[in-house]
């Protein structure tokens, strides 16, 4: 690894050079493109980022889940030198190439099911989403989607209709696609009447509302994510997307999993609906398939992803060449070095210390996740009331400490983690302590 492994910090955080590009920054871009931690960076491997003024930062992010082999990941990047020298686009559409056919195979074979499968690829997360309802659109024949409360789906139009979250991602950014019905989520945390009863429930609630005011067979698709993301990493009560799956296989309608950020080994299996031992007709992924190159796509039943009349599907750069070869060195890493066990065993190291953590400081209402996608809940103490204040003040105190550390929820109020699945355990331990300090020292 050329980066070396350790945390440095030469200056405050941002440094001089990074609060200089940073005024740039303001000046050429929109402000509507916001950032975490405006720190600049050069290099960046392992769990580190380097920056414009030497400073070396944990990396408990990972480019939101993407960079799961590490940045600039060895496999992926002599996959990349040797495409890129050979040739850099043709459009599989007009004249086609191996590597996207290759990419199709492996997502046939590492998705959940062993139906016979088809896989599409586009370029970004949300593109795959709206290729998914496209797809069970044409399929059914019907039109209703279905989504639920702490969804994040993507920014585009279709897409933003399926996000539940209007700050920032859809204020004033309407109007938005029609069809979308909204219903609620299995959060254990937060409902009602206690964990115990919410997958009953919510599956109670959820089978009544579409009946109700959407009939099953209006219903093209549900569409969920098994641990949700920027929602604030809720993890649905035990049982719940089984049902919903189940319940979906009954009425026709096409069960799509969102696995954009959660899957390709994140969660510790390579994909999170297996854990729930959940097989979806569709799935999306994005983020973590090609190690930071931009790629996505769809994988799911044949008989759906056929039914779709040729020349339906696509797009200029959908499964790029070079994106395609990312994406082949990114899944043999993940195989070759075993990476769903790297996550179990990140979870191992992690969810102990942020339970300490929890029984300590009355702020953290709950600490969650599955594998290295972890997160913890802030609050008043004693209550459900969101507590973003404290949040926001312990993220800062990571960042001035040199430790990336992201944040998410509808509330704006959960602090969720996402390393390297190849970070190496001292770092791991370091970030940890960090984040210790910056709970003493905020709240
Ligand atoms: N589905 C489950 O997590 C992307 C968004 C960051 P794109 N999440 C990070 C931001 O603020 O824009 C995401 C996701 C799930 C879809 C998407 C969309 O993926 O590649 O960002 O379009």
Request: one cysteine or more; hydrophobic letters at 45%.
């Amino acid at each position: 690894m050329t980066v070396p492994q350790h945390r440095l910090l030469k200056t405050e955080i941002p440094g001089p050079r990074s609060r200089d590009l940073q005024a740039r920054k303001l000046a050429a871009v929109s402000s509507g493109v916001g950032t975490t931690l405006p720190v600049y960076v050069t290099r960046a491997g392992g769990g580190i980022l380097e920056d414009v003024d030497g400073n070396r930062l944990i990396d408990f992010g990972s480019g939101i889940a993407v960079v799961s082999v590490g940045n600039a990941a060895p496999r992926v990047v002599s996959a990349v030198q040797e495409q890129v020298a050979d040739f850099t686009h043709t459009c599989f559409m007009v004249t086609p190439y191996e590597e996207y056919v290759a990419v199709a195979e492996q997502l046939n074979e590492l998705t959940p099911g062993t139906h016979e499968k088809r896989s599409a690829l586009f370029n970004s997360g949300a593109e795959a989403v709206e290729n998914a309802v496209k797809i069970a659109r044409h399929a059914t024949g019907r039109q209703a989607v279905v989504a639920f409360d702490h969804a994040y789906h993507g920014r585009t139009n279709l897409t933003m209709a399926l996000t539940a979250k209007n700050m920032p991602y859809k204020h004033r950014f309407g109007p938005f696609a029609t069809e979308i019905y909204r219903v609620p989520m299995a959060y254990p945390f937060r409902w009602p009447t206690g964990p115990e009863r919410c997958a009953e429930e919510a599956f109670d609630t959820f089978v009544s509302q579409v009946h109700t005011q959407v009939g099953e067979s209006n219903v093209a698709a549900v569409i969920v994510e098994p641990i949700q993301g920027e929602g604030g990493f809720i993890v649905p009560a035990p049982g719940f997307l089984r049902s919903v799956a189940s319940w979906c296989a009954e009425h026709g309608i096409v069960f799509i999993a969102d696995e954009i950020q959660s899957g390709f080994c994140r969660t510790g299996d390579w994909f999170a609906c297996e854990h729930e031992g959940v097989v979806p007709d569709l799935i999306t992924t994005a983020k973590g398939i090609a190690g930071g190159l931009p790629l996505a796509a769809v994988t799911g039943r044949a008989e759906l992803m056929d039914a779709v009349h040729g020349g339906g599907l696509g797009g200029t750069y959908g499964g790029n060449p070079v994106a395609c070869a990312a994406a082949l060195g990114a899944i043999e890493t993940m195989r070759a070095e075993r990476l769903e066990q790297r996550a179990r065993r990140i979870e191992a190291v992690m969810r102990p210390r942020l339970d300490a953590l929890a029984a300590k400081h009355d702020v953290i209402g709950d600490v969650r996740g599955r594998g290295a996608m972890l997160a913890v809940e802030l609050v008043e103490p004693g209550t459900l009331t969101p507590n973003p204040t404290a949040m926001a003040a312990v993220a800062a105190a990571c960042h001035q400490q040199g430790l990336v550390t992201l944040t998410a929820g509808t509330y704006g109020n959960v602090l969720r983690f996402l390393p390297p699945l190849v970070i190496g355990e001292d770092l791991l331990s370091e970030g940890l302590d960090i984040l210790e300090g910056a709970f003493a020292s905020a709240l």
